[in-house]
């Protein structure tokens, strides 16, 4: 490190956040563009079954297709709370 | 067979229009006959950076609707012999543009023109949608700003779902990443996004970088398309780009800062 990068990199790189913001955004909302318009409605409804049994919030269920050329795999992650009785 | 080229960005006020009267000109004064047409119905702003806002008679929608012939409405540039201009309409609604009053026009168009230029609306409405619709390539304009890169990314979702091309499942419509209002300075302290930072995101092929440059301003006072600046690095960057665009080899410039001295590196560093 030079003399002078010494006392630059004492100021935040604002633009390496930018990037690794848009990075992570735009590479979910490439994903949720091949999706196919039911997933919301699929996921609100898994929400309410599940909500039957366990008290979950709306973002502890995700619901992604990943298509492949000779199949696509449905993939449900639902995480659940750490305490249940 | 005419190329149709929209000029588009997602995001509003990034350099679309500026970039439309810039290319159409590059490429009419190169000798190609071209057209550059302002789909943004309701906010026309083409016609006074191409300097004939007072020779507007009829637009657009006067030819979609049958109200006006083509050549009633097309305007020809005072500057550049091969260059017209197709305005956009002030007073209608940005539905006024159907797909098949569009498509019509277009086909009128092709007959006669080498290349027809589509300066998009801003958003991804309607509007924005017809301007791209009958694309065979597009200039995604981008600022090197965290919701222009998102916004082009979204464009390019559109360009690549519900164009003509997308839909009838032909060569997809191809793309071109236009970056503008681009500050080597700012890049170098690390507070803007660089050239291959937005290039590893839309990891689409570079057609330019357009350096911010006070110059552009200027141009549009006059009702001057920039590129005809010709001493100026906005101006250069711009022709360059139509080289580009045109399939020449150019190197890319303006990307880097003036040198400077060295106390001014000790304290702004
Ligand atoms: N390279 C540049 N350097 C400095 N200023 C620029 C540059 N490019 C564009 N501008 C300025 O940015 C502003 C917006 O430009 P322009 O009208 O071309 O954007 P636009 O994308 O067409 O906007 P809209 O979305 O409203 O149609 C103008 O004031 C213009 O002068
Ligand atoms: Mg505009």
């Known amino acids: 490190m030079s003399f002078f990068d010494y ?79 | 067979m005419a190329k149709i080229i929209v000029v588009t960005s997602g995001k509003g006020g990034v350099g679309k229009t500026t970039t439309s009267a810039s290319i159409s000109t590059g490429l009419a004064r190169r000798g190609f006959k071209t057209v ?61 543009l159907t797909q098949e009053g569009v498509e019509k026009v277009l ?19 309607h509007g924005a949608q017809m301007a791209l619709y009958y694309a065979d390539e597009a200039i995604v304009v981008t600022n090197p700003e965290v919701s222009s890169v998102r916004d082009s990314d979204r464009i390019l979702g559109i360009l690549q779902s519900k164009s003509r091309r997308s839909e009838m499942g032909l060569d997809p419509v191809k793309e071109h990443l236009l970056l503008t209002r681009y500050n080597p300075d700012r890049v170098d302290r690390g507070e803007m996004l660089s050239v291959g930072d937005v290039e590893e995101i839309l990891a689409i092929p570079l057609l330019g970088v357009i350096p911010e440059s006070q110059i552009v301003l200027n141009a549009s006072n006059q009702g001057l398309p920039v590129i005809l600046e010709d001493d100026s690095d906005a101006g250069q960057a711009y022709e360059d780009a139509v080289g580009r665009l045109l399939g020449e080899e150019r190197e890319h410039r303006f990307l880097t800062a003036a040198k400077k001295g060295f106390f001014s590196r000790m304290f702004k560093g």
């Open chain 1, 7 to 85: 006392f630059k990199s004492k100021k935040k790189n604002t633009a390496n956040v930018a990037k690794e913001r848009l990075q992570i955004i735009v590479a979910h909302e490439r994903g949720m563009r091949d999706q196919p318009d039911y997933l919301p409605q699929l996921q609100q409804e898994l929400i309410a079954v599940i909500r039957k049994y366990v008290q979950i919030d709306d973002d502890m269920v995700q619901v992604e297709l990943d298509r492949n050329d000779d199949c696509s795999v449905l993939e449900l992650n639902v995480t659940l709370p750490e305490h249940q009785q």
């Open chain 2, 36 to 96: 550059v047409i302002d789909f943004d119905v309701g906010l026309r702003n083409l016609d006074l950076i191409m300097n004939c806002e007072r020779r507007v008679v009829y637009d657009f929608v006067n030819v979609i609707q049958g109200e006006a012939s083509l050549n009633q409405a097309l305007i020809k540039d005072k500057r550049v012999e091969t260059l017209y201009i197709l305005p956009a309409s002030q007073t209608r609604e940005k539905e006024a």
């Open chain 2, 107 to 125: 086909n009128e168009l092709a007959e006669t023109f080498d290349y027809i230029v589509c300066d998009s609306p801003a958003g991804i409405e």
